[in-house]
């Protein structure tokens, strides 16, 4: 089946540096990535979609030049947290949708394992 | 906009109990729903993916349900074990080729 691999699956950071998340399609192309996050005892918030060769759309509330995503090819797609401080601790996930799932493949996600990030 | 609901919170039975965990979501016009299971501090599995033309999907233990006419979908968890501890999240796909929108899960706790 589909993978999608996460890198890395946790850091710990200083405030004011930049973290890079990298999600990878295996398996698989994918145009459309999604990025998640979740806070402690709370559901997946959408960040943004990323899509291949384009800029990425980000859902209201999501600062673009904070969280910077990148989707320069088919297998993947990199989100940097840019000087991140504390509250930008979260769990991070991506899922991505395979290019040639056909009709119904195209609305099946597969998720990577996620990246908890800590920011000191 | 979509909005998903998870019915429990939070739910703790004894080992062998069947139970029944709910989700609900406003717009009924839905591509599929997914039901996952997460453990704490890991991603996501997926259970079970019903396509919005289908009524149940089973595996296992576990069976759910889809209704979009009324906007819900069950799962049931037959003969519960301490492993099944986990957080269990619904999620739905609108519009095709958007993202799934997440409930904010049903934490079980099966005691032994």
């Known amino acids: 089946g589909a993978v999608v691999s996460q890198h890395p699956s946790w850091v710990i950071c200083k405030s004011g540096t930049s973290v890079k998340i990298e999600c990878r399609s295996l398996?698989?192309?994918?145009?459309?990535m999604f990025w998640y996050r979740q806070f402690p005892k709370q559901s997946l918030m959408l960040m943004a979609t990323s899509n291949e060769g384009s800029k990425a759309t980000y859902e209201q509330g999501v600062e673009k030049d904070k969280f910077l995503i990148n989707h320069a090819s088919l297998t993947l797609s990199t989100l940097t947290v840019t000087s991140a401080h504390p509250e930008d601790s979260s769990f991070y996930i991506c899922?991505?949708?395979?290019?040639?799932?056909?009709?119904?493949?195209?609305?099946?996600?597969?998720f990577g394992a996620g990246s908890r990030l800590t920011v000191l | 906009k979509q909005e998903v609901t998870q019915i429990p919170a939070a739910l703790s039975v004894p080992e062998g109990e069947n139970l029944v965990l709910n989700c609900s979501f406003t717009d009924s016009a839905i591509y599929n729903l997914q039901w996952f299971r997460q453990d704490p501090g890991k991603g996501l599995t997926s259970l079970l993916l019903i396509q919005s033309s289908q009524r149940e999907q089973t595996s296992g233990r576990l069976n759910a349900s889809l209704d979009k006419s009324s906007g819900r979908s069950t799962l049931y968890i037959a003969a519960s074990q301490p492993g099944d501890s986990a957080t269990y999240l619904c999620a739905v796909i609108t519009q095709a080729g958007t993202a799934l929108i997440f409930g904010k899960g049903t934490t079980l706790s099966v005691s032994s």
């Open positions: 899922s991505a949708r395979d290019h040639q799932g056909g009709s119904a493949g195209a609305n099946v996600l597969t």
């Open positions: 398996d698989f192309q994918a145009t459309t």
